[in-house]
């Protein structure tokens, strides 16, 4: 963590007492904003005065406030504080401290409502009861978070740094709330790789959406990239964000960038989308991983099954992962593509869940091949293990446009970046690894020129689908009512009440029957003689009872229904077959799904089961990525010449010993 949250966080020492270890972040989180609002007004405190006196509305406020403090590097403020009050002044009345600060607080202008989801005032309130306010004051009155000092990006990283510290604190998912900045600036640069030239432009106005947004931090990088390439550019930041704390810290952080506030919203993303009317030219998002969504399974089903209309309208993954409801999200919130052809980008950081779970047919392989029908996907880049504060599983980052230019069209590229990472010197939660400046270059270059080689490759995106089918095989049943058999079908729940049952298959001695037709007619004179009447569904449990497979036996057919005088299939035979796309040369193509089918059942089915047969009614069509078999690189064994030296070597140690402690 940086020097600067290691000195901000360093008022812990002061709270140590009188405070649990999970209560630090309550203090130290609100503080740290109003230390850095205040710090921010400092320079215009009298032009501030100036336009509060003279304007009495808040509109008149903002506008006149912004044209009197802008600078060629500063879009100038659109909040205040009608109260005199600094932190330092506020020390100068010791006895009053809580009741000024609450002046102080009360007085910023309405749309800088962030300290009420803090609940400020109860934080001071309580400081001042267990006599920490003034030393806590004191503290940060002492800390210098102008802008000069502390950039935009730096305050973004110092944010994260305490939340990561709080959420640490209290045990409460650390990493959640904290993407790494290398990931975070990777996939910037991914997003905006093939745009520079278009970012250059001065007349656009670029939109950037966090659905995820946290404390901002993926905005802060994307803002200030975006500036680099074109500094007279304008971006609308937008971002949701579940979390009231991180809600807070975003919405004042994006305030003190001159962006809109009202363009930060509470809530959580799944259930409601704050932003329904609005599409954005760039959609960034690291969702937290692994987290459920039984709690709003209700909302989500409702807008999967919203008549076509819903985010979730192309399937529902477990229930046990959100992550592909984030995606189908991240992909619904891209900009339409206009007349000249330009679309919008999105990066997403994901597990590996996405690429691969779910069999042909299930919600996850569906989403999949809305992904990839839909030609959304551009590229999936691996990353280097141990990359994130809280876990150590592989993740991916899926670059996702809607106008990709032509020699991607129809296409998807993975990048295996599992070996670009760098040892840190120091882990921090589960992080030990990092993407390094150098590293990072080479996987945008990588990604830019789409060169084939050991680590990037290019794929159709129906490399990726392909079909199940199902293969049958006849029922073919042998019945005997065998003492075994009959004791069966006496415990049997439902058949072995009727002790006149077991009586009458007692009658059919030893005979073996072939044929199924042939042991139902003789069954049904049976039943009669012994005054047994039985249902259809109980007739059938009990051939099903005594039945059993017999290759010699005839085939059962059946005998009534739309199939009736076909070939019964055996449940207990039943298997299927993947076929992807395009085997055996075939196009890839639904067009040409059952000539495929058809083909392949003949070349690697029939010669093994001739008597198989495919039932085309139960065919699914099924996509999946599978990423590491793709750059899967085969380690030979080590020689055993090798292996056996080994093991003479430890034998020869182990008996070393052995003599030593004898001796």
Known sequence: MSVLSQFVWSVADTLRGPYQEAEYGSVILPFTVLRRLECVMEPHRETMAEVISQYPGDQQRRTYLKLKTRTPDNAGLNFWTTSEYTLKKALQDPKNLAANLIDYVSGFSSNLDVFKSFDFESVLRTLDTRNRLSPVVRHFQGIDLSPETVSNADMGDLFENLIYRFAESANDGAGQFYTPRDVVRLLVDLVYAEDTEALRDRSQV????????????????????????????TTALFGQEINQRTYAICKADLLIRGQDPTNVR?????????FEDRKFDFVLSNPPFGTDWKDIASDVTAEHEHGGQGRFTPGLPAVGDAAMLFLLHVASKIRDVDENGNGGKAGIVLNGSPLFTGSAGSGPSNIRGHMLENDLVEAIIALP??????????????????AKPAERKGTVQLIDATELGSKLRKSIGSKRVEVADKARDTIVRAFASREASDTSKVFENRDFAYW??????????????????????????????DSGLVASLGSFGEQVYLNRETFLH???KHLREHAIILTAAQRKTLWQTIGEHDEDADDCLYTSGRHKGEIEPDP??????????????????????????????EAEVKPHVPDAWIDKTKTKTGYEIPFTRH????????PLEEIDADLNRVVGEIMEMLREVEA
């Open 572 to 601: 207990a035979l039943r298997d299927t077959e993947n076929i992807p796309f395009g085997w055996g040369g075939h196009p890839k193509t639904h067009d040409a799904a059952e000539d495929t089918w058809d083909a392949y059942f």
């Open 522 to 524: 003789d069954l049904g």
């Open 631 to 638: 750059f899967y690189r085969y380690t030979p064994p080590r």
């Open 266 to 274: 509470h809530g959580d993303t799944l259930v409601v989308d704050r």
């Open 468 to 497: 199940t089918i199902t293969v049958e095989r006849p029922l073919r049943l042998r019945f005997q009512c065998t003492a075994e058999r009959i004791a069966n079908v006496a415990d049997h729940k439902t058949l072995g009440k």
């Open 385 to 402: 293990n141990d990359m994130f504060y809280n876990t150590g599983i592989a993740t991916y980052l899926w670059i996702l446009s809607n």
């Open 206 to 233: 670029r939109s950037i959406y966090d659905p995820t947004v946290g404390t901002g931090g993926m905005l802060t990088v994307a803002d200030e990239h975006l500036r680099d390439l074109n500094p007279s550019a």
